[in-house]
């Protein structure tokens, strides 16, 4: 089974705007990360969180993680046309590093 | 650094034969990491490596499937017989649990492979 389900599935924004996932997970983390894919291609790192950390900026990304209620968020803000994939938060929870994903949130910006 | 390479790209090929998957991962990383994606199972985990040696194989669906990791640059994903069901999007992936950037793996652009 998935540890992580993203909200929403899907979501529809116009350029410009901000872009925000959530990820919720079920048991304790060692730490939790963001990935992007665009159609077509292998998944790309976007940030790492620990669970320790409450948030983190990269850029234009925002991430934030409440361990209290399991889950996390992504803020992507001043969406471009090029953010255009699907986001994947995945976490770690043992000493390996094996990532767990959950299922993706699809976006799409609009010019 | 070229990043994590697959091949092939794609692989069509007929129920009953037999496919071979091929991944060479960056160079100095001690891990990696077999996936398989789906648009009904998503992003599944079906066995991973570290130092050439496989860790956890019980993501692999069934025995048809096999895995291995001769040497650090080179490692292969078998499924003798092939079924349709097992047509999918299949991804290798490396980290290296020596950097500050432990945990994250780095992803190939994966191999779809279609059994008719």
């Known amino acids: 089974s998935q540890q992580g389900e993203e909200d929403p599935q899907a979501l529809s924004i116009q350029e410009g705007e901000n872009a925000t996932m959530n990820c919720s997970y079920k048991?304790?983390?060692?730490?939790l990360q963001w990935y992007r894919q665009n159609s077509g291609r292998g998944l790309v790192h976007l940030i790492l969180?620990?669970?320790?950390?409450r948030e983190k900026h990269s850029g234009r990304l925002r991430v934030t993680l409440d361990t209290s209620k399991k889950s996390s968020s992504l803020l992507i803000t001043a969406s471009r046309a090029a953010d255009t994939a699907s986001y994947f938060c995945?976490?770690?929870?043992?000493?390996?590093?094996?990532?767990?994903f959950g299922a993706g949130t699809q976006v799409v910006v609009t010019p | 650094d070229a990043g994590v390479i697959q091949s092939p790209r794609h692989e069509v090929t007929e129920m009953g034969q037999e496919v071979t998957l091929r991944c060479k991962p960056i160079?100095?990383?001690?891990?990696l990491f077999w996936y398989r994606q789906t648009m009904m199972r998503g992003l599944e985990l079906l066995i991973y490596?570290?130092?050439?040696?496989?860790?956890?194989d019980s993501g692999m669906p069934e025995d048809r499937f096999s895995a291995k990791m001769p040497n650090a640059s080179f490692s292969t994903l078998k499924i003798q017989p092939s079924e349709p069901r097992d047509s999918a999007v299949y991804f290798c992936?490396?980290?290296?649990?020596?950097?500050?950037?432990?945990?994250?793996?780095?992803f190939g652009p994966g191999t779809r492979l279609t059994v008719l």
């Open positions: 995945a976490t770690t929870t043992d000493s390996w590093g094996k990532l767990q």
């Open positions: 048991t304790s983390i060692n730490n």
């Open positions: 969180i620990r669970s320790n950390e």
């Open positions: 992936a490396s980290s290296s649990r020596g950097t500050h950037l432990s945990y994250t793996q780095y």
């Open positions: 490596f570290n130092n050439n040696v496989p860790i956890d």
């Open positions: 160079s100095g990383h001690d891990y």
